[in-house]
C-alpha cells in the first residue's frame, strides 16, 4: 500500500469535488441547511487560503482548509474525511498540517464551527487542545454548533 501525502492542492479537481459533495451530503443528513457553514468552492481558491488535500497515490482521502483572517487568526474549514479511510488517523495528520501551516504564517488562534452530532470531530478537536468559545466571526449562537479555539505558542 502507498503511503498517504498530505499536501497543498487546487481544490477545483474532480476527486476534491467528490469529496466536499460527500461531505455536504454528510452535513445535510445532520443538520439544517441554515445550520450547515460550507464554503463555496469559489471561496475555497481565494488567496487567504491553504487548501490540503490528503492522498494515496491518485485516490483522493480527505481535506482541509486554513482560513486566514486579518486579526491574526485563522479558521479550519471544510474537514472531511472520506468513509474508506476511517481509522487511519487521518484527521489527526490533516490537523497537524493545518496547525503547521498557521504556524508558517505567525497565526497565533486557530478557531472552528462544527456540529454538535459529529462526536468523532469533537473528540480529535478536543485531544489537540481546542476549547469551547462563544461564537466567533459572522456566526450566530446555535444550539447545533459547536464553536473552539486553539491558541498556538
Do not use: W
Amino acid at each position: 500500500m502507498q503511503d498517504l501525502v498530505i499536501q497543498r492542492e487546487a481544490p477545483r479537481q474532480p476527486g476534491v469535488l467528490r469529496l466536499l459533495e460527500l461531505s455536504d451530503a454528510y452535513a445535510a443528513s445532520l443538520y439544517p441547511a441554515e445550520s450547515n457553514h460550507m464554503l463555496p468552492i469559489e471561496e475555497l481558491e481565494a488567496d487567504t487560503v491553504s487548501f490540503f488535500v490528503a492522498r494515496r497515490g491518485d485516490e483522493i482521502l480527505g481535506c482541509a482548509s486554513l482560513v486566514r483572517h486579518d486579526d491574526g487568526t485563522a479558521e479550519i474549514k471544510r474537514m472531511f474525511v472520506d468513509g474508506s479511510a476511517r481509522g487511519l488517523k487521518l484527521g489527526k495528520r490533516l490537523l497537524d498540517q493545518l496547525e503547521s501551516e498557521a504556524r508558517s504564517f505567525a497565526i497565533s488562534i486557530i478557531r472552528l464551527e462544527t456540529g454538535i452530532y459529529q462526536p468523532e470531530a469533537i473528540g480529535l478537536y478536543r485531544n489537540a487542545g481546542y476549547e469551547e468559545i462563544p461564537p466567533f466571526g459572522g456566526y450566530k449562537l446555535d444550539p447545533l454548533s459547536l464553536f473552539m479555539e486553539k491558541r498556538l505558542r
